[in-house]
C-alpha cells in the first residue's frame, strides 16, 4: 500500500491509499489503523470508499486478479467486491466509479479494537474510511425524559432504556420505558407520566404551574 494524492469524483484532492501489484504473484498487503477506542458501542460500523481497476483491463495481466484470506491474528468481518470497477483512468473523474461499501460488527466487550485491510493481487484505491456506531438520543416523550442509548449488539437487537419524570410530573403508568432498536430509532414507549395538580402542559413534554385569573388576583388584593 502507498499513500498518495488524488482526486476524488468531485475532483477535490484527496490522500488515498493505493496499491497495485498485479504484475507480482502471491500478493498479501495489509493497511493497519491505529488503535480504535469503542467508547461503550457494543457494534461498530465501518464506511469504505473505493475504486477497484478491472484487472483484466491492464496489459499482460492474465484474467481477474487471486484471492485468499490469512486468518493471522484478526477475525474477518467480510471480503468487500466492487459493485463498479474502471478500465481505464480519467483525472477529469468522469471515468472513475466510487464504490461505497458499509460492514458492521460484534459484540465488542474489550477496549476496543484495529482495523486491517488485506490485498491479495487487486488494483484499487482506498479513498476514506467511516468508523460509527448508532445511537438513541435523549428524547422527552410522554412527561418523561430518556436518556441516550446505544444500541445493542446485533443490529436487531433492542435495548431497554428507562424513563425519569419531568419536573412536576408524576407517573401515571409503570414501568415507564423506550426501546432503542439497532437503527437508533426509539419505539415501544411503554408507560407515561402526567403533569401533577396544579400544573398543565406546555409546548406537548413541559409541565408549568397554572395562571391565576384576574378576579383571583384581585380578590387576594383585597383581602390582603
Do not use: H
Not at 464506511?47 to 493471522?72: H, K, L, N, Q, Y
Not at 444500541?151 to 401515571?172: D, H, K, Q, W, Y
Not at 420505558?177 to 426509539?186: A, M, R, S, T
Amino acid at each position: 500500500w502507498e499513500e498518495v494524492s488524488g482526486y476524488d469524483e468531485n475532483l477535490n484532492t484527496i490522500r488515498t491509499y493505493q496499491v497495485c501489484n498485479v504484475f507480482e504473484s502471491n500478493q498479501n498487503n495489509w493497511l493497519l489503523t491505529t488503535f480504535i477506542a469503542r467508547r461503550g458501542a457494543q457494534r461498530i460500523y465501518v464506511e469504505m470508499r473505493f475504486t477497484v481497476r478491472d484487472c483484466s483491463s491492464i496489459p499482460r495481466v492474465p484474467g481477474s486478479c487471486g484471492a485468499f484470506w490469512m486468518e493471522a491474528p484478526y477475525l474477518k468481518v467480510d471480503t468487500i467486491a466492487a459493485d463498479e470497477s474502471f478500465s481505464q483512468v480519467d483525472f477529469g473523474g468522469r471515468l472513475m466509479k466510487v464504490n461505497t461499501e458499509v460492514r458492521s460488527f460484534g459484540p465488542l466487550s474489550k477496549n476496543g479494537f484495529y482495523l486491517a485491510f488485506q490485498d491479495y493481487g487487486a488494483c484499487m484505491s482506498l479513498l476514506s474510511v467511516r468508523v460509527f456506531f448508532k445511537k438513541c438520543p435523549s428524547v422527552v416523550q410522554n412527561f418523561a425524559i430518556f436518556p441516550e442509548t446505544l444500541t445493542g449488539a446485533e443490529s436487531t437487537s433492542l435495548v431497554i432504556a428507562r424513563g425519569m419524570c419531568i419536573p412536576n410530573s408524576e407517573e401515571v403508568d409503570v414501568p415507564i420505558k423506550l426501546y432503542c432498536n439497532g437503527d437508533g430509532d426509539w419505539m415501544v414507549p411503554i408507560g407515561s407520566c402526567t403533569c401533577k395538580a396544579g400544573f398543565e402542559p406546555d409546548n406537548g413534554n413541559v409541565c408549568r404551574g397554572k395562571s391565576l385569573g384576574s378576579s383571583s388576583v384581585d380578590l387576594l388584593k383585597y383581602v390582603y
